[in-house]
């Protein structure tokens, strides 16, 4: 039997491309590269992207279509070439190139201020003259986007180098990306594990993040997938973790270290941060009230023998900021900006010290990007 090109695009015109009824002859997805060799048959099916979804049953049908619609005699299988109109990505231990440092910002339970703590540590880091990214990966209570009022925000895509990578938003002079900005705020996001790695993924590959000196992971609370996700995927310098002063929220935090510390993940510590430490009326400026209980987290520190990094109190204008979207730490001056100022320049001092003491590898001197 002689073959003919014509004769394959014949067959494959019966390969439709699921979801839109059309045959991937006609959306041009056929490469003009039909090769034949007595009976054996090579070409190439074009995707939009490397990880389509349906690029392994396309490949599939059009195998079958052949055998079908020319002639089982047909040496096709194996034969059929998968190859895309985008850029692989990255390797992982590729990725974020041009980011000095990746800190993971950590809690072991939800609502001991994470997410106040990681916005608010970015903009003191800014005010030092650090570029500084934050990757809200709370998939399923993001906050970056109320907290920096980007709400209404909408990221964009950008060819770059023949890639569609994701334009970070920004405000305050931090890049953020947030699953926040991709569904509807008041719908609940139901979804399994690994859609939330994978979308976690997307985030970190696909955006065009650029050089930073800092890039902040807001973490969900407790341990997950996705930590697990996260340390697969980045080179994490190190972790903060926030916790209140509060027994119960400490035995969470301490659980959470012990996830990072262990064999299987082995991610350094940089120190704790004790959030709403006391509580100090407007009106009697020297009283301190120990709602949560007093040093918790400092005491834990000393028994993990790791750093305190910083005490925040409990402060009304801290919330007002975080619901407002103005971090409280844009006001340096302010007795709030000037604790977050403190907390920024002992994680510095913390990295530095982690990246002087990485054995066999490179120092990363931290100075503000220029």
Same mark, same amino acid.
């Given at each position: ?13 019966k ?13 041009g ?50 034969n ?9 990505r ?10 000095k440092?990746?800190i ?12 106040t703590?990681t ?13 500084v ?34 334009i !970070? %938003? +920004?405000?305050?002079?931090? =890049?953020?990306?947030?699953? #926040?900005?991709?569904?509807d *705020?008041?719908? /609940?996001?139901?979804w399994?594990?690994s859609?939330?790695s994978?979308?976690?993924?997307q985030l ?34 190190g ?28 991610v ?12 100090? !009326? %407007? +009106?009697?400026?020297?009283n =301190?009230?120990?709602?949560? #209980?007093?040093?918790?987290c *400092?005491?834990? /520190?000393?028994?993990?023998?790791l ?10 204008s801290?919330?007002?900021?975080g ?21 920024a ?26």
């Open positions: 039997m002689a073959l003919y090109p014509k004769l394959i695009l014949e067959a494959l015109e390969v439709r491309y699921p979801g839109t009824g059309k045959s991937i002859i006609e959306m997805m056929v490469e003009d590269d039909i090769h034949i060799d007595g009976n054996k048959v090579s070409f190439s099916i074009l995707f939009d992207k490397p990880n389509d979804p349906f690029l392994r049953s396309v490949v599939k049908a059009a195998e079958t279509a052949i055998l079908t619609y020319v002639g089982e005699e047909v040496e096709i299988k194996g059929i070439g998968a190859i895309s109109k985008q850029m692989v990255p390797e992982p231990a590729k990725l974020l190139p041009e980011v440092n990746i993971a910002v950590s809690s072991g339970k939800g609502g001991v201020g994470k997410s703590v916005a608010n540590l970015a903009v003191a880091l800014t005010n030092m003259g650090y570029t990214g934050i990757l809200d990966a709370d998939i399923y209570g993001p906050s970056m986007p109320k907290m920096f009022c980007l709400e209404e925000s909408r990221p964009l895509l950008e060819n770059i180098g023949g890639r569609d990578l994701i !970070p %938003a +920004e405000n305050y002079g931090v =890049k953020i990306l947030s699953m #926040g900005f991709f569904v *705020k008041d719908s /609940a996001v139901v399994r594990g859609m939330a994978n979308a976690l993924k970190i590959a696909d955006g065009n993040w650029g050089p930073l000196d800092f890039f902040l992971l807001d973490l969900p609370p407790g341990t997950s997938d996705i930590h697990l996700t996260l340390v697969q995927t980045l080179a994490i310098t972790v903060v973790v926030v916790s209140t002063p509060q027994e119960v929220a400490l035995a969470d935090a301490r659980k959470g270290i012990n996830m990072f510390t262990g064999e299987k993940i082995n350094p510590v940089l120190g704790l941060v004790e959030n709403m430490a006391w509580f100090t !009326p %407007a +009106e009697l400026p020297e =301190k009230y120990y709602i949560f #209980g007093k040093d918790g *400092k005491n834990l /520190a000393q028994e993990l023998k750093p305190l990094l910083g005490q925040i109190p409990i402060v009304q801290i919330r007002e900021g619901d407002s979207g103005k971090p409280v730490a844009l006001n340096a001056e302010s007795i709030s900006g000037m604790a977050f100022a403190e907390l320049q002992k994680v510095v001092e913390a990295v530095d010290d982690r990246n002087k003491n990485k054995a066999a590898t490179k120092v990363v001197k931290i100075s503000p990007s220029t």
